[in-house]
């Protein structure tokens, strides 16, 4: 059996960035369902926060994500991101990451929302891009073996303690386990648990599922990110940096609605702020099919060619619209979970040997409401800090047993699935599931709702049990990869809902129609969802608060 | 709109090779293929078995070839290929190993990347500074461009190049290799230029530009390729046959303002093209050899002045 000190899953940002670290002192190795280099972190677009410029600090950075926040951040563990962001830019700098630079040669900055400072560094719109493949060619230069295409399907814990895990190879379509003193999981986000999500096919939870199911508890998963610009056809990204850059949000009546809600800071309010406008505006009959318009035609040709290449294109490509002659519709969608899979500041889980980072974990640095440029921070510093970590427990043990049971257990489960002739393609089921969370677990909510989506998610979870496959095969079996997937998606929607129905509030990215506003007194607390057969048992926990007393938050 | 597709299918547990199969389904109107092929899946052939991710054309994984082209699924609308071909034909990549259906092997394409180092080296002098390395605005343009990459493998699999000679290392691992000799912050230039223009280098570019023109990224592997040559020239490195190629090929037309092909092979190959006497002989008996002497074109000096000119502008 293969053998590791550390076996990271996952070859995103965070995966990689941990892969580094922990390779300086022990044996690493990284296992991921796709190529690395076609991860979902290449398509972060806006950028990667940090207080460089000698006007700004880090203390201020902190602030703005505390409010960002709604406060439901732990105030320790974003004083660490904001103080360490600076040295790890600069670390990403000096690997090779191209940066777009100021008229000084340094690197250049913009404003994103919820910033008081223009403090987010970006490479035009293709950040996310450069920096995977920088990190993926330190892993080439340091010869840090990857196995690509491998979907690890579970994590071994035994006596509550890691020992490997075990995965599809997809090539030969063989189970493969590896045996392992520590586990770093960077799977990455969920958001097909929502229709028409910014993310990738491939982010479907993954990590979070497997570490739920096998004993971790995932915290805050009611606080789903709604990104305000979203092309409408598919959900596709158009970065907050169109904002950032200085384009407008206007409705039908041609009106910078934004002008209502945030005064101050108009199109770069925190994203919770602006997309509740632009569903309000949608709702009250001032939307277009829909939609409200991103305009950038004003930033001229150029700076839209020069800055904004990518999102140009995606416009013309999948809307029909170039945004140099007219303004895109867009809408808000699904796009990252702040809840993960609960962590401490070293990004170990609540399973020993465990450890997460980067959009699977939560820390919490986000709280209800993430700032944009501080998720692709957030996998750097915190796969960085996980990395390390975990080769230091991994030094601290000894070589655990491995029950080879577990490798009968998942093939019999796998062979299940193949062998069923009589029940439902997965597709349909994630179809349900998606309609049912775009339905009633949107942008505002309110008990009926969720009670709605509690109760259809646990009917379509009663019938995955019986999920069918087409594919017979054993290589390259992408229709049971998707199957297994879509089980994925359904336990996290259900942790959702859950932690969605018992939060009688509103708070960041959580707005509940009949619990309007924040209540500190009852729910200045993070959810925790632990898996049982019966569904989420959930428990809470307090928000750590160092500087920063909660206070009222407008913009 | 109801489209019609024909896939080549191939299930290594069950097929002796390839086949074809045709499908028909309704789509929406700006349906990409990406799309058409997830909902043929999800609908009519759970088996049918290709890579996607992103959607939006920033991952790489769904290249195939759509009409004989290779192209992103996720970037090529059903109805355009429609309007111009009536149906959509889908095969893999070509010259990599079919795994399954669309799916390839790609690790040979990943082997070629590798080869030219593609991470910052920076001169092992320099003590690196305190904060981040200094960039002037406007200086990294290429680096900008090469970096658009998304290692799809388009070029290099509709390379005219690598498919006659399976070494060629190829147009994108090549506008890698450029983006890092374009770098400012990069201390290994002198030691890229060498890597990059050895043999299976750059002079094996047949400079027929389908790199360029099947990039669905805009990077322009050609220009890149270029942008490497002139370098070596710069430098003069170039011992290389494919740059003696090139040279011979200017002087003679300099001279003559004609291409003297009797003579190139001297040119390039030097006394190696001794080997080539058999070939020779054989061009020979069909009436293929060119005569050696050459009388320049009338406009000669013409000539001579646009290599002035050119000179001059640079
Ligand atoms: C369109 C878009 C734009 C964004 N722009 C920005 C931005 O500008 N700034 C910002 O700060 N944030 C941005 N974000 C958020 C940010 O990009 C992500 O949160 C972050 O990149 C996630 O990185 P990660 O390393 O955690 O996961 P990912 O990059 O998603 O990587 C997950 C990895 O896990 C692997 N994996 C998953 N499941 C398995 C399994 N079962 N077995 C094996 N391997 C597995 C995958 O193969 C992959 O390698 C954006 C997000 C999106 C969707």
């Known amino acids: 059996m293969l053998e590791y000190d550390v076996v990271v899953v996952g070859a995103g940002l965070a995966g990689m960035r941990a892969a580094i670290e922990a390779a300086k002192a022990s044996k690493v190795t990284v296992l991921s369902k796709v190529h690395p280099v076609r991860s979902h972190s290449g398509a972060a677009q806006g950028g990667i926060n940090a207080a460089l410029g000698p006007d700004d600090s880090t203390e201020s950075h902190a602030f703005d994500t505390v409010k960002g926040s709604d406060y439901l951040g732990d105030q320790d563990a974003i004083e660490i991101l904001c103080r360490e962001a600076p040295d790890d830019i600069v670390e990403l700098e000096h690997m090779g990451t191209v940066f ?15 910033a008081g400072f223009p403090r987010t560094c970006f490479a035009a719109d293709i950040t996310g891009l450069v920096i995977l493949h920088a990190l993926y060619e330190q892993m080439l230069k340091t010869g840090i073996k990857v196995f690509e295409e491998w979907v690890v399907t579970s994590l071994v814990v035994d006596d509550n303690k890691i020992r490997g895990i075990i995965a599809i190879d997809m090539r030969s379509g063989r189970l493969e386990a590896i045996k392992a003193k520590a586990v770093v999981l960077a799977t990455g986000g969920c958001g097909p648990v929502f229709h028409n999500s910014s993310n990738a096919l491939i982010s479907t939870g993954d990590g979070m599922s497997l570490a739920y199911r096998a004993g971790a508890p995932l915290m805050d998963m009611e606080f789903m990110q709604f990104h305000p610009t979203t092309l409408k056809a598919n959900g596709v990204l158009i970065t907050e940096g169109a904002r950032g850059e200085g384009g407008h949000l206007l409705n039908a009546l041609g009106e910078r609605f934004m002008a209502r809600y945030a005064p101050q800071k108009m199109e770069l309010a925190s994203r919770d702020v602006v997309s509740r406008a632009e569903q309000t505006e949608i709702e009250e009959g001032r939307g277009i099919d829909g939609c409200i318009l991103v305009d950038l035609r004003h930033l001229g040709a150029r700076k839209i060619k020069e800055r904004l290449l990518q999102i140009r294109e995606l416009a013309i490509d999948i809307a029909g619209v170039d945004p140099i002659e007219e303004p895109i519709p867009v809408r808000p969608g699904a796009h990252y979970s702040m809840g993960g899979l609960k962590t401490d500041v070293s990004g170990a889980t609540l399973v020993p040997g465990l450890f997460a980072a980067g959009e699977c974990a939560c820390v919490s640095v986000h709280g209800a409401n993430r700032l944009g440029g501080n998720s ?10 996980s990395g390390k970590a975990a080769g230091e427990f991994a030094a601290s043990v000894a070589a655990p047993a491995f029950p080879e049971s577990a490798i009968r257990d998942a093939d019999a489960r796998i062979e299940g699935i193949l062998k069923r002739d009589d029940g439902e393609k997965g597709y349909a089921l994630r179809r349900e599931l998606q309609e049912t969370t775009h339905e009633n677990l949107g942008i505002y909510r309110t008990a009926g709702r969720i009670q709605r989506c509690v109760e259809k998610v646990t009917e379509i979870k009663e019938r995955y049990a019986s999920v069918i496959v087409q594919d017979k095969g054993r290589i390259f079996n992408t229709d049971l990869v998707s199957a297994i997937e879509t089980g994925y998606l359904i336990d996290l929607a259900q942790a959702m809902a859950a932690g969605a129905l018992a939060r009688e509030e509103s708070r960041g990215a959580h707005s509940r129609r009949d619990f309007p506003s924040r209540d500190d007194d009852k729910w200045l607390k993070h959810t925790l969802a632990y898996w049982t057969p019966n569904g989420p048992r959930l428990d809470y926990l307090d928000v750590t608060i160092t500087k920063w007393p909660p206070a009222e938050r407008s913009y | 709109m109801l489209a019609t597709f024909k896939i080549q299918k191939f299930n290594p547990e069950t097929d002796g090779k390839a086949h074809y199969r045709d499908y028909e389904i309704e789509l929406p109107e700006r349906a990409t293929v990406l799309e058409a092929i997830i909902a043929i899946k999800e609908q009519l052939d759970g088996t049918l078995s290709f890579r996607c991710a992103c959607r939006s054309a920033i991952c790489g994984s769904c290249a195939m070839r759509i009409n004989s082209c290779a192209r992103l699924a996720c970037k090529t609308k059903v109805a355009d290929e429609v309007a111009r071909f009536g149906t959509v034909l889908i095969e893999p990549l070509q010259k990599l190993k079919v795994i399954k259906d669309l799916i390839v092997d790609m690790d040979p394409f990943w082997r070629m990347v590798e080869k030219v180092r593609p991470w910052l080296m920076p001169d092992p ?30 070029c290099h699999t509709d390379c005219n190049v690598t498919e006659i000679e399976p070494g060629f290392v190829g147009p994108a691992a090549l506008a890698r290799g450029h983006r890092y000799v374009a770098d400012t912050r990069d201390g290994a230039t002198e030691q890229r230029i060498r890597l990059l223009s050895d043999s299976h280098g750059i002079w094996e570019c047949a400079r027929c530009f389908v790199c360029t023109q099947v990039c669905p990224k805009g990077v322009d592997p050609r220009e890149s390729i270029r942008q490497i040559g002139h370098l070596a020239f710069e430098r003069g490195l170039v011992s290389d046959d494919g740059a003696r190629h090139a040279q011979a090929f200017l002087d003679s037309v300099k001279a003559s303002g004609r291409l003297n092909e009797a003579t190139l092979p001297l040119k390039t190959r030097g006394l190696g093209v001794l080997g080539m006497t058999p070939l020779a002989i054989r061009m020979f008996l069909k009436g293929k050899v060119p005569f050696p002497l050459q009388k320049p074109v009338p406009d000669v000096e013409e000539i001579r002045k646009i290599f002035e000119l050119t000179e001059k502008k640079r």
Do not use: K, W, Y
Not at chain 2, 137 to 143: A, E, H, K, N, S
């Open chain 1, 100 to 114: 777009s630079r100021d008229a000084n040669g340094r690197i250049a900055q913009r404003p994103f929302g919820g």
């Open chain 1, 376 to 385: 692709l921070l957030e996998t750097i510093v915190f796969g960085r800090r």
């Open chain 2, 125 to 154: 002098h320099e003590t690196p500074p305190e904060r981040e390395r200094l960039v002037a605005q406007g200086t990294d343009r290429d680096v900008m461009r090469d970096s658009l990459c998304i290692f799809c493998a388009c």
